[in-house]
């Protein structure tokens, strides 16, 4: 069955693989499950036929057959699930994978996400430069102590897993911020999980889609 | 197997079910496994005994045997997986309910957290008031695409699955705001799952905690 997933069709970072369609290109990947990709403007994710796939006018979506999912978490667990490569074979170090899954995306990935706002959302507002040392504090505060668990391991528990994959997804969007580099451990775990061919395919995957000429001509 | 959790010895809520043990206590009590509950200080939270079973230094955490876990969802997941009542049989269908999970902590909770972050975390900051509409309306974004979702049914896909649970509780930290009665179809879906014999149990269980006096004295 084909598995199809959706796309920006122009991506908000211009391809530096920010967007999530990257971390389920790259679970993809991981399984060697080929997947055709439907592109979505801004404009189509907020109506009647792409929120009836995604309630909440996002990408990615999955569809695969009579399936249809969302949320970035959950098609990884998906893939992950039915094929191998994402997932170790023993049940307690799955669960534990199944752990830093959430981890990164309940844990990890807010305090990131309010970088976003605090620089773009809310970018024009005059608390911008003051609130910002505060929110990157909590972030500092959640790698000093992602760090201290991954300690001089290669992976978070074990070898790689789709717990790791997410990790690292939910890092990379502090590249910009200059933040990652204060935690050279984290640093070194990320460049890691970006050496890994399968995430190579799947950056090179949505780079070619942003980098080609805007559909608007 | 004993299955052991953790709870604040004292939640900042005072007991009104919002610390995220009474999250894993539901999943058990409609699963209908019973289970120890291990009380931490704020204090122990932070040290080397807390931190080895939790990363982060935050509750619950969940051992049973050889397996030890922390983050709510994925504690959530194992009981799901492991035990009826929380899962369809259906495996589509399954796949689906655990997307409501993610939605639930990843999509839709994190727009709730920022209202603590404004209203205590940074409650005596200058911005105070100019952030709180805009953070508010943030949140109505996310309920007005989750009630059109839900429509006029009881539970976002089919029947009661640990989606519904993690989407109701996550809905539930939204009641003091007042902004959960702006959408009387999710405040009737909260009011749905709260009636559950199960959460009743969960939510009695913990304020037994919390009205106790105090391990001070």
């Known amino acids: 069955m084909t598995i199809t997933i959706t796309a920006f069709e122009r991506s908000p970072d211009g391809g530096k693989g920010l967007a999530r369609d990257t971390r389920v290109r790259w679970a993809l990947e991981e399984a060697g499950l080929p997947y055709a990709v439907r592109l979505v403007s801004f404009h189509a994710m907020k109506e009647a036929a792409h929120l009836a796939l995604h309630p909440f006018g996002q990408i990615p979506t999955y569809e695969e057959g009579d399936l249809a999912l969302f949320e970035t ?12 490569g994402l997932f170790p074979a023993d049940a307690n170090a799955r669960a534990r994978a199944i752990t830093w899954m959430f981890a990164a995306l309940n844990t990890v990935e807010p305090p990131i996400l309010e970088l976003i706002i605090v620089r773009f959302v809310e970018g024009d507002k005059p608390w911008k430069d003051e609130r910002l040392p505060l929110v990157q504090d909590r972030i500092r505060t959640r790698l000093t102590q992602l760090a201290a668990r991954l300690g001089d391991a290669d992976w978070l528990d074990g070898g790689f897993s789709a717990g790791d994959l997410l990790m690292v997804s939910v890092l990379l969007r502090l590249r910009p911020s200059g933040l990652l580099n204060e935690f050279p451990r984290l640093a070194a775990y ?22 080609a000429p805007s559909p608007a001509g």
């Open 73 to 84: 978490g959950a098609i990884v667990m998906h893939i992950a699930e039915h094929h191998p």
């Open 190 to 211: 990320v460049a890691r999980g970006e050496a890994r061919p399968a995430y190579q395919r799947a950056f090179a995957a949505q780079l070619a889609v942003n980098a």
